[in-house]
């Protein structure tokens, strides 16, 4: 494991422009594990990594389909699949969904532990909200409503041979 990158992010415009600089280091077979509390920003920074690899439509959270594909904008391009595992139980569930994980660029938020195997490489994303970081976070029914806009401290590892030696200049 190596840390790519470190730091604070601080609002969620800030979030979403950091996933565009993610995405324009990304290509097809790129895995990233988005780890972090409800609320922290995950669905926003697949946002701005739609932008970065360039997909065709507005990156929502999936979390009742569990998975949405994006398409490329350009012809070729690799497709963003945007997968929530949050009320998946096991790897065998994930597998169901039936990923072309070597074509696309897969994004798995709450995928910590279900992935073990898909890949040799991938990038894992923790982001961390302050401690006691809004009461209205914790009475909230979705992601949405929970992120409040304030500083989140964030780490990038790459796992495996793609992402060795490697520190992303964002």
Do not use: N
Request: hydrophobic share 40%; charged share 25%; no cysteine.
């Amino acid at each position: 494991m190596t840390v790519v990158w470190e730091g604070t992010i601080d609002d969620s415009s800030a979030m979403e422009e950091f996933g565009r600089r993610v995405g324009g280091f990304l290509r097809a077979g790129d895995l990233l594990v988005l780890t972090g509390p409800l609320g922290a920003g995950k669905t926003t920074m697949t946002r701005g990594l739609g932008l970065g690899v360039g997909v065709r439509g507005q990156v929502a959270s999936p979390t009742f389909v569990l998975a949405r594909t994006h398409p490329a904008l350009h012809a070729g391009g690799p497709p963003l699949v945007h997968v929530d595992a949050y009320r998946l139980g096991s790897a065998a569930e994930l597998d169901d969904l039936d990923i072309d994980y070597d074509r696309s660029i897969v994004v798995a938020e709450w995928g910590a532990g279900l992935l073990d195997g898909v890949t040799e490489s991938w990038l894992e994303v923790t982001i961390e909200r302050p401690t006691g970081a809004g009461s209205a976070a914790l009475e909230a029914e979705t992601e949405a409503e929970a992120e409040i806009d304030e500083p989140r401290h964030v780490v990038v590892e790459g796992h495996g041979p793609r992402w060795d030696g490697v520190a992303l200049p964002l």
